[in-house]
């Protein structure tokens, strides 16, 4: 019977040292930084993800906006558009928004990918002007996302006009037009609605009926979207600087120049007092101050860092963009998903993406999004890729 007993025991003991191998090496397994899973779309991916109920939602350069299964990474549907997929899909209850360079916002059933409704954002005859190493530089690569609020949905348009549609009915509430391209993807921030356009300017609105509250001139082209904290909206512009205005008015508070003549393509992430905010020629990921514009940390990304960063605990995300051949000598751009310390901007991993044909090599436009200790991107590679934070 002691023997049985003593078997016994050796069998739980061994078997424990077993389990724990096995969670030592599934550790190991998932370092951060380690890819855990693609899926490849028959497009680009300049779009962002979103998350909702065990789905990631984003679009691509192959006219679709793709809905997959987070864990397995297998699609539960498309939706078909006649043109590029560029916009972020904004999901609301049972329904995604999104935009398509077909000239239409479509609002499809989450179940399903079927249609709801589809808007016409008349701007499908407005050409892009792709990256390129021949002028003009009027690079344009974004598309404006849907917004949605209290049942409106809010978007811009290529041919200068925000609109502002009924979530369930796909009719138009209002519209304000501009004097240039929207790209810039509108934010609502108690009770106005705010955004950018080509026309140089940053508009603040009256999210009810679109009537105009103030403009700014940034002297530059505004492809971001604005970021917001502590009273304070921020924007950068091609101009090139970012600018902090007072919210509520529209007065300057602060700017900041990259005297290098560095496009701001990339909106800012404010938390704690602090704006994050990529850059275009700087090759750089800065942390500002957010009530004088100090530069706290620099990063390096070594690539255009057009997308918008995002934060997850002491980690901040962001992509950058390589390019082939570069306007300056003596720099090779780099692509790839960088993971940076919060507190410091060091660095902690690089994931690279596949290289490209032409004068865009690759790299990740995509603003990461991390869901259950996974950050989720688009690549330029056309694929989806979910790596271990």
């Not at 901040?316 to 003596?330: Q, R």
């Not at 790839?336 to 991993?349: E, I, Q, Y």
């Amino acid at each position: 019977m002691r023997s049985t007993v003593a078997a016994v025991g050796v069998f739980i003991l061994c078997s424990a040292v077993a389990l724990l191998v096995t969670a030592e090496e599934a550790k190991q397994a998932t370092q951060p930084g380690q890819i855990l899973g693609t899926f490849m779309t028959g497009g680009q991916i300049w779009s962002s993800p979103a998350h909702d109920k065990g789905a990631v939602y984003i679009g691509s350069d192959d006219g679709s906006l793709w809905a997959l299964d987070l864990e397995a990474l297998t699609p539960k549907w498309k939706a078909d558009t006649g043109g590029r997929v560029r916009s972020t899909p904004a999901v609301v209850n049972d329904s995604v928004y999104f935009a398509s360079d077909d000239g239409f916002l479509y609002c499809v059933a989450v179940s399903d990918g079927s249609r709801s409704w589809r808007f016409d954002l008349h701007s499908a005859g407005i050409e892009r002007v792709l990256p390129s190493l021949h002028p003009p530089y009027a690079y344009d690569y974004l598309t404006s996302s849907p917004t949605v609020h209290r049942g409106l949905v809010i978007v811009g348009s290529a041919n200068g006009t925000l609109y502002a549609i009924e979530a369930a009915t796909g009719q138009e509430k209002w519209r304000f037009k501009t004097g240039g391209r929207i790209r810039s993807t509108p934010k609502v921030h108690q009770k106005r609605v705010y955004f950018g356009s080509w026309d140089h300017h940053l508009y603040a609105l009256d999210v009810e009926d679109g009537k105009q509250i103030w403009r700014f001139d940034t002297g530059g082209i505004v492809q971001a979207s604005p970021a917001f904290g502590d009273g304070r909206v921020y924007i950068g512009s091609r101009n090139p600087r970012v600018f902090a205005l007072d919210a509520a008015t529209g007065k300057p508070v602060w700017e900041f120049e990259h005297t290098d003549g560095s496009w701001v393509e990339s909106s800012g992430v404010y938390l704690d007092g602090v704006l994050y905010m990529g850059s275009s020629d700087a090759l750089t990921l800065f942390a500002f101050d957010g009530a004088t514009g100090d530069v706290k940390w620099k990063y390096r990304t070594v690539g255009w860092s057009w997308c918008t960063p995002s934060i997850s605990d002491e980690t901040i995300y962001i992509g950058s963009i390589s390019a082939f051949p570069y306007y300056f000598e003596g720099v090779t751009l780099e692509r790839g998903l960088h993971a940076v310390d919060l507190k410091t901007g060091k660095p902690r991993w690089v994931v690279p993406t596949g290289e490209l044909p032409g004068f865009v090599t690759g790299g990740v436009m995509s603003t990461p999004l991390v869901v259950n200790g996974r950050v989720i991107v688009g690549a330029l590679d056309n694929r989806l890729i979910v790596v271990a934070e």
